[in-house]
């Protein structure tokens, strides 16, 4: 799976079609889509997302930074947002007091992140309720594309029954996207702190090691991947054998 160069403004855009499920299946492309916030856009852009006949916009951002940057409205596409971490505070810790922090790597805070977004998200039900209505096509998008998003496709491959290791093949292309057209904030956040560099790298990319907690916290919780979406998502196998039939194609 490529990743999809045509937008000017919308950074870490890619079809999540193409990877190959264990069942020998592949997931049909033209219909799942990922990517950062879209309130660069260009109306270039915009034109390229309409003529892809996207029909919802699925958003992880809180209310903060949905104010700051604004996702556009785009004729016949409905807008959906659900924050995916309602615990995430911008007021009380400063960007620069994490960063001067001793304690503070991005490895540990992200392992918690991602882990503590998993059980009982009001977000990801959202996200896969659009899923079981088939309401694509479809693109989900937080701020970067890579964390957030990350957990939110993840979740869709392994509905479908992708490998632990195509999941993290296709999460590792942020970095990629990131090497191609860093997004906006990092770039300004980056002069603004230069001292910082190093670890403003980091955060811009991501690494195996945050999906595969994904993967351990679920299976510390649930015997099967099966079991953890009845339990949290109400999707039995009948339902997950619907959906692949739907969003699946025979190679």
Known sequence: MQLLETFEEIYNFRDMGGRVTKDGRRVKKGLLF?????????????????????????????DHEASKVVTPTIE?????RVPANTNLDHSSTSLED????PM???ENALGHFYADMLFENES?????????????PL???????????????ALIYLLLGVSEEAIIEEYLLTNE????KPPIWFTKMKEQMAEYQVIFGKMAGVEAVYMQTVFDRIKEIYPTYEAYFKEEFGIDEVE??????YYLEVI
């Open 34 to 62: 990922r990517c950062g916030e879209l309130g660069h856009a260009t109306n270039a852009d915009l034109t390229r997302l309409k003529d892809m006949d996207i029909q919802v916009i699925f958003d992880y951002r809180d």
């Open 76 to 80: 016949g596409v409905i807008n959906i």
């Open 98 to 101: 994490m960063l001067k922090n």
């Open 104 to 106: 503070w790597t991005r």
């Open 124 to 136: 990801y039900k959202a996200l896969l309720a659009c899923i079981r209505e088939q309401q694509v």
């Open 139 to 153: 693109v989900h998008h937080c701020a970067a594309g890579k964390d957030r998003t990350g957990v939110g496709a």
């Open 177 to 180: 996207a990131t090497a191609i």
């Open 240 to 245: 997950i054998a619907r959906l692949k039939d």
